[in-house]
């Protein structure tokens, strides 16, 4: 099966991002995957090769929350930050996948800043 270029494009900026940031214990990367109808995120220590804490749109709480993609992405920002708190993490490092800057995932960002999240 053939890819598209646009996946194929999306993988390549993927690698070029990866090559400059790396997640720690201390700071961890905040990675974003985002699917048609879902987003999801994670917290990943890149050193030990294990993810710390992860949310997504598909969680309990989340999915029964009214509201379009966008506003649910805010609210899985405000989730991840919740559980980053919760295991003593302020600062992380900021993934967005090859996905442009805008939308859901700018909206992500926001919710996690908003929760107190440092980037």
């Given amino acids: 099966m053939r890819t598209s270029a646009k996946t194929t494009r999306r ?12 997640g720690t214990a201390q700071k961890p990367r905040l990675s974003v995957f985002r ?4 987003i999801y995120v994670q917290l ?6 294990v993810t710390i804490a992860a949310a997504s749109s598909r969680d309990k709480d989340i999915a029964a929350q009214a ?3 966008s506003e649910k992405g805010k609210l899985v920002g405000q989730a991840i930050a919740r559980k980053a708190k919760d295991l003593g993490i302020e600062n992380v490092v900021f993934d967005r996948s090859g996905y442009l800057y805008h939308g859901r995932v700018k909206s992500v960002a926001d919710g996690a800043r908003e929760g107190g999240l440092v980037f």
């Fill in 67 to 69: 509201g379009n993609k």
């Fill in 11 to 22: 993988q390549n900026i993927r690698y070029r991002i990866r090559r400059k940031i790396a």
């Fill in 44 to 49: 990943i220590d890149d050193d030990a090769a």
């Fill in 35 to 38: 699917s048609n109808k879902d």
